[in-house]
C-alpha cells in the first residue's frame, strides 16, 4: 500500500507542477457515497442488499473544455450473501462474506458538453486502477474469519495445481460517467457512477468447484471444510460446481463530489463565456 500511496502523491506533485502552466488549471475533490457488488453470491445481478457507504479523494488536472485528466483513491466496502440474492439456485450454499476495498486509479476524463456554454453538462471516464481487498466472512460463533487462508476451493493445494491461489492485490479498469454542475468559478459538484472490470472471480472467494471434503479438511482444517458450504445436509462431492468462473465479479461505486478549482478559472475567453451565468 506503500507503493500506492507514493505513485498517487508523485501524480499530485506533476499535476500542480503542470497547473502552473496557463493552458489548464488544477482542481481537488472528495466524494461520498456507496458501493455494491455483483458476482457468484448474487447470481451476477446487480442487488440493493450488497450496498455498503464509500468515498474517496481525488485530484484532476482540466487541459481543456472537454478533456481532463484525475487521480483518485477511493476507499470503500462491498459484501454479499447467498440468502439474500433471490436465486433459488445459490440459496442452499449459505454462503456470505464483505470485503474492504482500498483503490487508486489514473482515468481520463471526457466532457459530452463545452463547460465554456453550459453550467450543467455530462462526462465519462475511464483508466486503469490497483486496488487491494481481503474476503473475510463470520463464522457461526460471530467470530470474523478471512477467507483466502482456508483455500475453500482448493486454491494453492498440491492436488490442485492448476487452481492457483488468488492475489488479494489486483488491476481494474473503472468506467463510468457523471453529470457536472459548475456552481461558482471556484466550485463544482458532481453526481458520479462507476463500474471496476476485474480480472478475478475471487473477490467473494467463490468461483469455481468445491475441493473434496477429505483434501480440505487434511490441508486446511475443519474451519476451511465449515466455511466452503454452510447449507443444511451433507459437503457437496469434490469436483462439483461451487461457483461460476466464466463471469468475473465486479463492483461499482456511486456518489456525490465536491471539487474545488485553484486560481481563478477565467469565464470570459477559453474556459468560460461572459453570457454565462451562475
Same mark, same amino acid.
Given at each position: 500500500?506503500?507503493?500506492?500511496?507514493?505513485?498517487?502523491?508523485?501524480?499530485?506533485?506533476?499535476?500542480?507542477?503542470?497547473?502552473q502552466d496557463?493552458?489548464?488549471?488544477?482542481?481537488?475533490?472528495?466524494?461520498?457515497?456507496?458501493?455494491?457488488?455483483?458476482?457468484?453470491?448474487?447470481?451476477?445481478?446487480?442487488?440493493?442488499?450488497?450496498?455498503?457507504?464509500?468515498?474517496?479523494?481525488?485530484?484532476?488536472?482540466?487541459?481543456?473544455?472537454?478533456?481532463?485528466?484525475?487521480?483518485?483513491?477511493?476507499?470503500?466496502?462491498?459484501?454479499?450473501?447467498?440468502?439474500?440474492?433471490? &436465486?433459488?439456485?445459490?440459496?442452499?450454499?449459505?454462503l456470505s462474506?464483505?470485503?474492504?476495498?482500498?483503490?487508486?486509479?489514473?482515468?481520463?476524463?471526457?466532457?459530452?458538453?463545452?463547460?465554456?456554454?453550459?453550467?450543467?453538462?455530462?462526462?465519462?471516464?475511464?483508466?486503469?486502477?490497483?486496488?487491494?481487498?481481503?474476503?473475510?466472512?463470520?463464522? &457461526?460463533?460471530?467470530?470474523?474469519?478471512?477467507?483466502?487462508?482456508?483455500?475453500?476451493?482448493?486454491?494453492?493445494?498440491?492436488?490442485?495445481?492448476?487452481?492457483?491461489?488468488?492475489?488479494?492485490?489486483?488491476?481494474?479498469?473503472?468506467?463510468?460517467?457523471?453529470?457536472?454542475?459548475?456552481?461558482?468559478?471556484?466550485? &463544482?459538484?458532481?453526481?458520479?457512477?462507476?463500474?471496476?472490470?476485474?480480472?478475478?472471480?475471487?473477490?467473494?472467494?467463490?468461483?469455481?468447484?468445491?475441493?473434496?471434503?477429505?483434501?480440505?479438511?487434511?490441508?486446511?482444517?475443519?474451519?476451511?471444510?465449515?466455511l466452503a458450504?454452510?447449507?443444511?445436509?451433507?459437503?457437496?462431492?469434490?469436483?462439483?460446481?461451487?461457483?461460476?468462473?466464466?463471469?468475473?465479479?465486479?463492483?461499482?461505486?456511486?456518489?456525490?463530489?465536491?471539487?474545488?478549482?485553484?486560481?481563478?478559472?477565467?469565464?470570459?475567453?477559453?474556459?468560460?463565456?461572459?453570457?454565462?451565468?451562475?
Amino acid at each position: 500500500m506503500k507503493r500506492i500511496l507514493i505513485v498517487f502523491l508523485f501524480g499530485i506533485s506533476f499535476c500542480y507542477a503542470n497547473a502552473q502552466d496557463d493552458q489548464g488549471f488544477l482542481q481537488v475533490g472528495i466524494m461520498a457515497g456507496g458501493s455494491g457488488y455483483a458476482g457468484d453470491l448474487t447470481g451476477n445481478n446487480i442487488s440493493l442488499n450488497t450496498i455498503h457507504s464509500g468515498g474517496g479523494v481525488e485530484v484532476r488536472y482540466v487541459f481543456s473544455n472537454y478533456f481532463g485528466f484525475r487521480g483518485t483513491i477511493n476507499y470503500t466496502k462491498v459484501g454479499g450473501q447467498d440468502k439474500k440474492s433471490g &436465486d433459488s439456485a445459490i440459496l442452499g450454499r449459505n454462503l456470505s462474506f464483505e470485503t474492504n476495498i482500498l483503490e487508486v486509479s489514473a482515468c481520463a476524463e471526457v466532457n459530452l458538453l463545452s463547460p465554456e456554454l453550459f453550467s450543467v453538462y455530462p462526462y465519462l471516464f475511464a483508466g486503469v486502477g490497483y486496488y487491494h481487498f481481503n474476503p473475510y466472512t463470520f463464522d &457461526d460463533a460471530g467470530k470474523k474469519v478471512f477467507l483466502r487462508p482456508l483455500s475453500t476451493e482448493g486454491e494453492g493445494l498440491p492436488q490442485y495445481p492448476k487452481r492457483k491461489e488468488y492475489s488479494l492485490n489486483q488491476l481494474c479498469i473503472p468506467l463510468g460517467a457523471g453529470i457536472k454542475w459548475s456552481i461558482s468559478p471556484k466550485f &463544482d459538484v458532481a453526481a458520479e457512477v462507476g463500474v471496476r472490470k476485474l480480472f478475478t472471480d475471487y473477490l467473494d472467494d467463490v468461483s469455481t468447484r468445491y475441493a473434496a471434503y477429505d483434501i480440505l479438511l487434511q490441508d486446511r482444517g475443519p474451519e476451511a471444510v465449515a466455511l466452503a458450504y454452510r447449507g443444511e445436509g451433507k459437503y457437496p462431492n469434490g469436483g462439483s460446481i461451487r461457483g461460476n468462473s466464466t463471469k468475473k465479479d465486479i463492483y461499482y461505486t456511486f456518489g456525490l463530489k465536491v471539487l474545488y478549482s485553484f486560481g481563478t478559472r477565467d469565464f470570459s475567453g477559453r474556459y468560460g463565456s461572459p453570457n454565462r451565468l451562475y
